[in-house]
T-cell receptor, first 117, second 113 residues
Framework: SAVISQKPSRDICQRGTSLTIQCQVDSQVTMMFWYRQQPGQSLTLIATANQGSEATYESGFVIDKFPISRPNLTFSTLTVSNMSPEDSSIYLC??????????????FGPGTRLTVL | LAKTTQPISMDSYEGQEVNITCSHNNIATNDYITWYQQFPSQGPRFIIQGYKTKVTNEVASLFIPADRKSSTLSLPRVSLSDTAVYYCLVVSYSGAGSYQLTFGKGTKLSVIP
């Protein structure tokens, strides 16, 4: 299993600014992911955070807007750049302890609620 | 990329069995089906995962027919604390740590006393 914490838990930001969200896992994990969830909606995968290499982004998400770092096996950051009110959402980090395709239990952080004014 | 469809909402009385079905018509051969539970202001929590036939754990069962185009999450004897949103997720793993993760829109289950 894995316990995941995120910082900050919530923030209110001005348009045009950037916010970096931190994700810390209590154990080494193979895979880490970043999701976005609009209130009352489902989860949309933003990217896979790869340790030691560039993140893999899903269609509709680009590195300039959502730069991601993963310096080691327990930590990742997501930056929401040049924010607009449309970026207001909940951002969730998740981790997969194993990468075998057979034990795909993702553990999720509590989320970061972002409001852009 | 597998697309999933599930009912938007369901109501059930306490003590009843609840079955939530998810359709994933274009599921690929190596894809897995996973179900998550989410309470308000929390991240999703893993419930169960399966590839085919039936899987059972201490909290739920997952039924997957032979064609794998759908799956049914079964919650036995629900209680008020089972009121949550339940998500179906098709996991595509292509090796070397490459995943495609497609969440359904979620089913809001309301358990009534």
């Amino acid at each position: 299993s894995a316990v995941i914490s995120q910082k900050p838990s919530r923030d209110i930001c001005q348009r045009g600014t950037s916010l970096t969200i931190q994700c810390q896992v209590d154990s080494q994990v193979t895979m880490m992911f970043w999701y976005r969830q609009q209130p009352g909606q489902s989860l949309t995968l933003i990217a896979t955070a790869n340790q030691g290499s560039e993140a893999t982004y899903e269609s509709g998400f680009v590195i300039d807007k959502f730069p991601i770092s993963r310096p080691n096996l327990t930590f990742s950051t997501l930056t929401v750049s040049n924010m607009s009110p449309e970026d207001s959402s909940i951002y969730l980090c998740s981790a997969l302890p194993y990468s075998s395709g057979e034990e795909d239990e993702q553990f999720f952080g509590p989320g970061t609620r972002l409001t852009v004014l | 990329l597998a697309k999933t469809t599930q009912p938007i909402s369901m109501d059930s009385y306490e003590g009843q069995e609840v079955n939530i079905t998810c359709s994933h018509n274009n599921i690929a051969t190596n894809d897995y089906i996973t179900w998550y539970q989410q309470f308000p202001s929390q991240g999703p929590r893993f419930i169960i995962q399966g590839y085919k036939t039936k899987v059972t754990n201490e909290v739920a069962s997952l039924f997957i027919p032979a064609d794998r185009k759908s799956s049914t999450l079964s919650l036995p004897r629900v209680s008020l604390s089972d009121t949550a949103v339940y998500y179906c997720l098709v996991v595509s793993y292509s090796g070397a740590g490459s995943y495609q993760l497609t969440f359904g829109k979620g089913t809001k289950l309301s358990v009534i006393p």
